[in-house]
């Protein structure tokens, strides 16, 4: 089955810092999908990138689909303590209703 | 109404347990879906509705029966569940036109553990 590579798979950051992650895929998906998850609770849509190439932002977020539509990545700029938490993106096949999550990256901010 | 809920929030039960988790959205979303979720790992599709009929069942136990009763609600029955069950299961729902399916929202899911 398909796959994507996420990473990294943690980061540790001060307080201000700007983040960057990304994903890549071995296959080619129609839609990206980036989501925050905090402990206990599910994951909530925070960008959705429909077009190769598409930048997106939403607040300090800043997300990109990629041309070759196989790899996106996820920006957060100047970074506060509530951005904590795991962070996933997915993946939507151009047809049918699977998502292909990474693994998700674990981020820790220093106050 | 962008949000979908699951009841309850948290569910603990024997083995020997029928339970179920519900969920709900008024989103007007025809597709909905059920995850199992373990620790610090991404959500496991477990079943796809769509227009209140399954579409998708990923080889899940029968101990695992899902429902749609309406396009606004989802249920998962439980029975004869095992320790290894316990985690998060999370629903889902999303917009469909025809073969084409769009983001899916997450509801807050229920933790379900088994003694």
Request: some cysteine; charged content about 15%.
């Amino acid at each position: 089955g398909q796959q994507l590579n996420q990473s990294p798979q943690s980061m540790f950051i001060q307080e201000g810092e700007d983040v960057s992650m990304n994903c890549t895929s071995s296959s080619i998906f129609n839609t990206w999908l980036w989501y925050k998850q905090d402990p206990g609770e599910g994951p909530v849509l925070l960008i959705a990138l429909y077009k190769a190439g598409e930048l997106t932002s939403n607040g300090r977020l800043t997300a990109q689909f990629g041309i070759t539509r196989k790899d996106s990545f996820l920006n957060i700029s100047a970074s506060i303590p509530s951005d904590v938490g795991i962070y996933f993106c997915a993946g939507l096949e151009t047809s049918g209703s699977r998502l292909t999550f990474g693994e998700g990256t674990q981020l820790t901010v220093n106050p | 109404d962008t949000e979908v809920t699951q009841t309850p929030k948290h569910l603990v039960m024997g083995m020997t347990n029928k339970k179920s988790l519900k969920c709900e959205q008024h989103m007007g979303h025809r597709a909905m879906y059920w995850y199992k979720q373990k620790a610090k790992k991404p959500p496991e599709l477990m079943f796809v509705y769509s227009y209140e009929k399954l579409s998708i069942n990923e080889s899940v136990p029968s101990r695992f029966s899902p429902e749609c009763p309406n396009s606004s609600l989802l249920n998962l029955h439980l029975h004869a569940l095992q320790p290894e069950d316990s985690a998060l299961y999370l629903c889902a729902s999303s917009q469909v036109n025809l073969v084409s399916y769009n983001e899916q929202f997450f509801g807050p899911g229920t933790r379900l553990t088994v003694l």
